[in-house]
């Protein structure tokens, strides 16, 4: 058997858990991932996947002030008068897809 080494990490408790079931769904053990994790590292030379931060991002209410907060609702206003609306689902979708939510 090939020796090895302690490696320590601090995650947070819910990404632990949520990565915990999908690991058992799959059979395979929390140690293995981060070996596989680490050998695609060597591997490929970096980070096995794409890290870049999201193209834009939608305002929140709070950095709004009332007059941008207002033309945002006139603007969605005239989006519905105009039929540009899209179903729940695909919004959903993109929201995930483009800002992880």
Do not use: C, H, W
């Given at each position: 058997?090939?020796?090895?080494?302690?490696?320590?990490?601090?995650?947070?408790?819910?990404?632990?858990?949520?990565?915990?079931?999908?690991l058992?769904?799959?059979?395979?053990?929390?140690?293995?991932?981060?070996?596989?994790?680490?050998?695609?590292?060597?591997?490929?030379?970096?980070?096995?996947?794409?890290?870049?931060?999201?193209?834009d991002?939608?305002?929140?209410?709070?950095?709004?002030?009332?007059e941008?907060?207002?033309?945002?609702?006139?603007?969605?206003?005239?989006?519905?008068?105009?039929?540009?609306?899209?179903?729940m689902?695909?919004?959903?979708?993109?929201?995930?897809?483009?800002?992880?939510?």
């Amino acid at each position: 058997m090939a020796r090895t080494s302690n490696i320590f990490a601090r995650v947070e408790p819910e990404v632990k858990e949520q990565a915990e079931q999908v690991l058992e769904q799959l059979g395979i053990p929390m140690s293995s991932a981060v070996s596989m994790f680490l050998k695609q590292v060597v591997l490929q030379r970096g980070i096995p996947f794409e890290m870049k931060l999201p193209k834009d991002t939608p305002p929140s209410y709070s950095s709004l002030t009332k007059e941008q907060f207002n033309a945002e609702i006139e603007k969605g206003m005239l989006d519905i008068e105009a039929g540009r609306t899209y179903p729940m689902k695909s919004v959903e979708e993109e929201m995930k897809r483009d800002y992880g939510l």
